[in-house]
């Protein structure tokens, strides 16, 4: 700890923090632009200035940056007086010449970080009186909207998009006196955290372009604390709602799991949530008999839960599905309603084998599962199997800031501070860190790789076990390797063993259980070498892992037991049946079904063909807990209060249950009594109930507001209904209310709705919130691990070591490939994702398309596993000859198992 003293009273921080950081954390208000707490100093703004002292015997100081001072033991420093107020003031004059006068049209306003620095620094007239300089904006895609004219030139958005997140086609542009920061011409932002751009830029210049499109001024939104439900890292958000839509996603900070940032998919994904895709009111198959067809027909709820008991009081046997997207309750609820011998898993069954696995690895591995942010400090990686960027994006952003980590050893032998940004960029060059990167084919991190190698699943599941073996000698050896990959996986043992904080990165998308094997056979023999090892897996979906803590049986044991006629009805929920199985299988199964019941809020292709439909809640509309591939169960808030018919999953499961005057219904009455009824059958979900306050957790007595203070218009809004204002829906399940009354302070951290606190309107008032700066939330991250913690089990590696892949003539090794955009179910409904989303292709290897005589675009007839798709060519490159990628997920490429093997049925141009 350092003492230095700011206008003559002493105070206590850490070191190694510059002035900047110190004073911020300690609640005093400083102007800044330039300086961010992920991205550190570079002076660039002058904003933030103080004077400095040398000793308390000199009243003169001197004007000193104080984002580029440390706060050493000492140091004494003036934030109020008058020659450095004076400066702020005309360092913010100067860069606000050009700035346009547009706060009441610019969509920033209200929540602007400029005009919030503005008054804090005393400038409220303009003298300036000539013409201002101007710009043309550019068309940056679906996502950002451009405004340069806004522009401080606080490279911000420049020092983020290239040096943060690794982007290559956004730059600044200098000639004379002008700067423009941009595209070198129009063209869609290709980076997968270009819209941070919204939130890093503390003006106007990079908007939300979803947002435009249904506008809502910042203090006219209800909000709620909620989780990204589009990847299963669980990164936190803030959900923005108005007339009972969804207007915008922002980050909400987690210390631990995403920190400052989100990616693209999280961000712009959210508008299926407003879309014509959704379920609205509940829906019951009407068979036309004149016609003989049938189509799902509107019916009200009271009907249809009659419809329903009448069905399942006469059905042989009633089974359910559960969802890796529905909630920890949703599931628990439909387990309780159709008993836990007629409950099975919705996942596909590699799907489930694959995360079962990954279940007891780090349930009783020695290594222990790292949050993003630990991912951020470790300082060498081997990646085995993933396309980190396309799977979970975010993780491939702390990837990025790992690989800065080893060559931090050149600035600390140069004495310089890490939060020098500039110096440090300046002392390290392009040195980075070890990142060994083994793939089937090229993925956006290999531009940072130390080595990188291209081969099929079982390739690379050899090759990490040779790796593990070399760490330490009693793992099991791969004795047919050739030569070139044995000195490989020496090279590779080596780095790892010579680093301080080692890191193994795996998944399901390899579609290969060997391969999360290898990469547990490495960090655990990291582990007996004295290491703190992170072994980080990657799942599909939001609650992949909770479903498989909760387990189940297995989805071709249900399907099994609907075609031999030993069970009547099915209740599927939040699922849909063509994601996982072939589609010839599903439809024989919904055919052979005698009862089909869907709970989902998207009319799915399974929902299409069902006999009842429920219409469920979105994440937006539902309360409930995830567990993130980290092992972190999280809770969510809903934002929309509940509409017409729709309800969350767990309270359709409970009207069915009392429908049918089921006697256990009051355990499951609320989310807080399956919350404990679930921890007392599976004790791993005991800190279910502390990982957020109960419903009735108050703050001197009041909820707390999901609407801000400022919120307007609610006796207008329902003007056409009434001129009276009506009662605020009731929320019993959170201790949220659906008002701007409650308490105003800082709520406990997995409540914050909003980051606001008096003269920070932007999300820059996050800083008030944290325990230090880029540190913790006062009180703690929200969420509590249930697995991957450390322990001290006895250690076995896995010794089942897969042959060498070997080509087959006349057939191709299909392995899947995926699209951030695309392969995920939900965000490809949102229109501004939609027009990311590539259209389905086959990808070749050069070779193999000359010897197919195929070019890009042409088409392809592929057979797997009797299933033949006609898909246009995509030539890459980096792909092994005889081996063809699939983009899984896509329209029409979904259910399909890989890898697998498949043969080319036709060699003509389509």
């Known amino acids: 700890m350092a003492t230095i003293f700011i206008d003559n009273a002493p105070y206590q921080v850490q ?11 300690l609640g005093f208000n400083i102007p800044y632009f330039c300086w961010h707490p992920a991205m550190h100093a570079v002076g660039a703004c002058r904003m933030c200035a103080v004077k400095q002292f040398r000793d308390e015997n000199d009243a003169r100081g001197s004007i000193v940056m104080s984002c580029m001072t440390p706060a050493a033991d000492g140091t004494r420093i003036s934030i109020d007086d008058n020659d450095v107020r004076e400066f702020r003031a005309g360092v913010i004059e100067f860069l606000m010449l050009n700035h346009p006068h547009d706060c009441p049209v610019c969509d920033e306003g209200g929540e602007c970080h400029l005009q919030d620095m503005t008054v804090m620094s005393g400038h409220v007239y303009r003298r300036y009186r000539f013409k201002k300089r101007t710009y043309l904006n550019q068309n940056l895609g679906p996502f950002i909207n451009h405004e340069m004219n806004r522009c401080i030139q606080c490279y911000r958005c420049v020092r983020f998009y290239r040096d943060y997140a690794g982007g290559r086609d956004f730059n600044v542009f200098g000639i004379h006196d002008r700067i423009y920061f941009g595209r070198c011409s129009d063209g869609t932002l290709e980076n997968e955290f270009s819209g941070n751009l919204v939130e890093v830029c503390p003006t106007g210049v990079f908007t939300d372009k979803t947002l435009r499109k249904h506008y809502t001024r910042k203090w006219d939104m209800q909000t709620a604390p909620s989780i990204c439900p589009h990847c299963g890292l669980g990164c936190n958000i803030i959900v923005g709602e108005r007339y009972g839509s969804v207007r915008r996603i922002l980050n909400r900070y987690n210390h631990e799991v995403n920190g400052y940032f989100l990616c693209d998919r999280g961000r712009f994904g959210y508008e299926f949530v407003n879309g014509d895709c959704r379920v609205r009111q509940p829906l019951v198959r009407h068979t036309s008999k004149s016609l003989d067809v049938s189509s799902l027909e509107p019916i009200e709820k009271k009907e249809v839960l009659q419809y329903l008991a009448k069905m399942m009081t006469s059905s042989e046997r009633v089974i359910g599905l559960g ?72 993780l491939a952003l702390s990837l990025r800031q790992s690989v800065r980590q080893k060559p931090m050893e050149i600035a600390e032998r140069l004495k310089i501070p890490r939060w020098a940004d500039a110096a440090v960029r300046q002392a390290v060059q392009s040195e980075r860190g070890p990142l060994f990167i083994l793939s089937p084919m090229a993925t956006k991190l290999d531009d940072i790789a130390t080595k990188t190698l291209l081969a099929p699943p079982d390739d690379i599941a050899r090759l990490g076990f040779q790796i593990a073996h070399e760490i330490n000698p009693e793992a099991q050896p791969v004795l047919d390797l050739s030569e070139n990959l044995r000195e490989l996986a020496v090279s ?53 892992l909770g479903l498989g803590l909760m387990g189940g049986l297995n989805i071709r044991d249900c399907f099994e037991k609907i075609m031999t006629g030993s069970a009547g009805t099915l209740i599927i929920l939040e699922n849909d049946l063509y994601r996982r199985a072939e589609a010839q299988t599903i439809e024989a199964v919904l055919q052979k079904c005698k009862n089909v019941v869907v709970i989902d809020h998207i009319l799915s292709r399974t929902a299409r063909e069902a006999d009842v439909v429920l219409p469920s809640g979105t994440f937006t509309e539902t309360t409930g807990s995830l567990v993130n591939s980290e092992g972190r ?55 279910l ?222």
């Open 633 to 687: 169960c999280q809770r969510q808030f809903r934002v929309i209060p509940p509409t017409g018919e729709v309800q969350e999953g767990h309270h359709w499961l409970l009207d069915i249950m009392t429908s049918i005057g089921r006697s256990d219904v009051n355990q499951i009455s609320s989310l807080e009594s399956v919350g404990e009824l679930m921890a007392k059958e599976f004790p791993i979900f005991k800190p």
């Open 15 to 25: 070191d190694g923090q510059n002035l900047l950081s110190a004073c911020l954390s």
């Open 323 to 394: 969802s890796p997207r529905a909630t920890l309750e949703a599931n628990f609820s439909l387990r309780s309603l159709v008993g836990p011998e007629n409950f099975y898993v919705g996942m596909s069954e590699p799907e489930l084998k694959m995360v079962l696995q990954i279940i007891e690895i780090l349930s009783n591995g020695p290594a222990y599962s790292p949050s993003l942010r630990d991912v951020e400090q470790c300082d060498a990686v081997l990646i085995l199997g993933e396309d980190v960027t396309n799977i979970a994006p975010r």
């Open 492 to 544: 590779i043992a080596a780095a790892l063993k010579q680093a301080s904080l080692p890191l193994v990165v795996s998944g399901t998308s390899c579609g290969s259980v060997p391969v999360i094997n290898a990469a547990a056979n490495v960090a655990w023999a990291l582990c007996t070498q004295g290491k703190k090892t992170g072994l980080c897996y990657t799942v599909p979906e939001c609650n992949s």
């Open 689 to 910: 109930v502390e990982i957020a306050p109960r419903a009735d957790f108050r703050e001197f007595g009041q909820k707390i507001p999901r609407q801000p203070h400022r919120y307007s218009g609610r006796t207008a809004m329902l003007a056409d209904i009434s001129v009276h204002e009506p009662k605020p829906p009731d929320d019993p399940e959170s201790p949220l209310s659906f008002s701007m009354e409650g308490y105003q302070g800082i709520p406990p951290a997995p409540l914050i709705q909003r980051f606001w606190t008096p003269g920070w309107n932007s999300c820059q008032a996050v800083n008030k919130f944290q325990s230090e700066i880029d540190g913790p939330l006062v009180g703690g991250d929200p969420g509590r691990r249930l697995i991957g913690l450390l322990n001290g089990n006895e250690l076995v590696f896995f010794s089942e070591i897969p042959q060498t892949y070997e080509p087959r003539d006349g057939e191709w090794l299909v392995v899947s490939i995926s699209n951030i955009f695309g392969s995920e179910e939900l965000s490809s409904l949102a229109p501004a994702i939609s027009e990311r989303v590539p259209e389905p292709y086959v990808g070749l290897n050069p070779e193999d398309a000359n010897s197919l005589g195929k070019k890009d675009g042409e088409k392809l007839l592929l057979s797997i596993n009797g299933i033949s798709k006609s898909l246009p060519v995509r030539v890459i490159t980096s792909l092994q000859p005889g081996i063809i990628a699939l983009p899984i997920g896509l329209s029409g490429l979904e259910g399909i198992a890989l890898p697998a093997w498949g043969k080319v049925l036709e060699n003509r141009n389509g």
